[in-house]
Structures are given as C-alpha cells and as structure tokens.
C-alpha cells in the first residue's frame, strides 16, 4: 500500500506563486505515471499536470507557461510548482500515481488565489 501526502497549499494572492509538494510512502514516483489534479467546488476533479514513468510532463491548457511538475526520485517526492496564480486556480490539489493495476491519491492540499 502506498502513501502520497500533499503540502504546500496555502492562501496567495494573484500573480503569486506557491510550491505542492508530494511525498511518497516508497519509491515509485520512476515507475508509476504520477500527476497533479484538482477539483474546485462545485466542479469535476480535473487533470493539471502529468508525468509517465519516463518523465513525459502533459499539461492542461489553462496551467501552460505557468505551472511546472517536477520529480525527485532520491526523495520520493512530486512537485507543482505554480507560478502566476489566478482566482481560477482556487481549488483542492491532489497528487495522484498509477499504474496498470493500481491507483493511489492523496488526501488533497487546499490551495486559495485572493486578493
């Protein structure tokens, strides 16, 4: 069984920046596909960012130029680094790592834009 546990939500003003971090019970984070989603209320969690196990990143159009997922395999550790925030951003972040037959999510970070 795996743990992912989620840090560095906060509130930030817009054009600020904040940095998610991810830790990992075991060192999967090189052989999982693992990714950043969120779901603001009243809406369907949605894909932010992604890696594949051989650090291919895909990103939501809203997030582009903006955000960076990141990895350290030494730490067991998944990084968001968001840059630029907007109130759209508003939402709970979720670290996530799958593999063809398992899916593990983390409990979420609560992540605020306002002024």
């Known amino acids: 069984q795996v743990q992912l546990v989620e840090s560095g939500g906060g509130l930030v003003q817009p054009g600020g920046s904040l940095r998610l971090s991810c830790a990992a019970s075991?060192?999967?984070?090189?052989?999982?596909?693992v990714g950043w989603y969120r779901q603001a209320p009243g809406k369907q969690r949605e894909s932010v960012a992604t890696m594949s196990s051989g650090g291919r990143t895909n990103y939501a159009d809203s997030v582009k130029g903006r955000f960076t997922v990141s990895r350290d395999n030494a730490k067991n550790t998944l990084y968001l680094q968001m840059n630029s925030l907007k109130p759209e951003d508003t939402a709970v972040y979720y670290c996530?790592?799958?593999?063809?037959?398992?899916?593990?999510w983390g409990q979420g970070t609560q992540v605020t834009v306002s002024s």
């Open positions: 075991g060192s999967i984070f090189s052989i999982y596909a």
């Open positions: 996530n790592a799958h593999s063809v037959v398992f899916n593990y």
